[in-house]
């Protein structure tokens, strides 16, 4: 007999889930999605440590902030928290 897994969408409320959060993608939870403007953007990085998901990371190749969708929740954390108001949370 094979056991399959419950998805999120499955835990009961107030359930615990067995697993961490990165083994997850949280992502479809949003309705609003953060999109940055790169000219006004001052790479302050206050959005990446602001990020109560960690789906916003510095990539240190790049010298570039980096969103993944695949974990951002879409609270808009970023967004007011960005002192240039460089992100915008648009309707996904």
């Known amino acids: 007999m094979t056991v399959q897994e419950k998805s999120w969408k499955e835990i009961p409320p107030a359930g615990i889930c067995w697993k961490p959060s990165t083994e997850y993608l949280t992502g479809d939870w949003k309705t609003y999605k953060p999109?940055?403007?790169?000219?006004?953007?001052?790479?302050?990085t206050l959005c990446v440590i602001f990020c109560p998901d960690g789906a916003i990371h510095w990539n240190p190749g790049k010298e570039d902030i980096e969103f993944d969708y695949d974990f951002c929740k879409g609270c808009g954390i970023c967004a007011n928290e960005c002192p240039t108001k460089a992100i915008e949370m648009k309707l996904e």
């Open 35 to 44: 999109i940055m403007d790169s000219e006004k953007c001052t790479r302050c």
